[in-house]
């Protein structure tokens, strides 16, 4: 059975940072590129970044570039996404993703999905 575990969220203040983590389980990690999605309230879900396979290409939407950093770590098949600079349009709950699919973006390819967690930035 796979597990995507995801843990991090909290309340933050403008301009703060939170690291979200994923720890996978139940899937052989390193055949998966893996990501995070998050979805706002009213709105659709949406690709934030995510992680090769191999961990040598890193992908970004244009609103998080430069502020996000996503990484992860084989050894404890847990993936990383540091946030800094948070600002109030960040609030959503996060969504760890894995997928086999280069479709990464879409979530409509994604295999298997975590339980999300909150982010909330107050300004």
């Known amino acids: 059975q796979v597990q995507l575990v995801e843990s991090g969220g909290g309340l933050v203040q403008a301009g703060d940072s939170l690291r979200l983590s994923c720890a996978a389980s139940?899937?052989?990690?390193?055949?998966?590129?893996m990501g995070w999605f998050r979805q706002a309230p009213g709105k659709e879900r949406e690709f934030v970044a995510c992680?090769?396979?191999?961990?040598?290409?890193?992908y970004y939407t244009d609103s998080v570039k430069g502020r996000f950093t996503i990484s992860r770590d084989s050894a404890k098949n847990t993936v990383y996404l540091q946030m800094n600079s948070l600002k109030p349009e960040d609030t959503a709950v996060y969504y760890c993703?894995?997928?086999?699919?280069?479709?990464?973006?879409?979530?409509?390819?994604?295999?298997?999905w975590g339980q999300g967690t909150q982010v909330t930035v107050s300004s």
């Open positions: 993703a894995a997928t086999r699919s280069t479709a990464f973006t879409t979530s409509a390819f994604i295999k298997y």
């Open positions: 139940g899937l052989t990690f390193s055949s998966y590129t």
């Open positions: 992680i090769t396979s191999s961990g040598g290409r890193t």
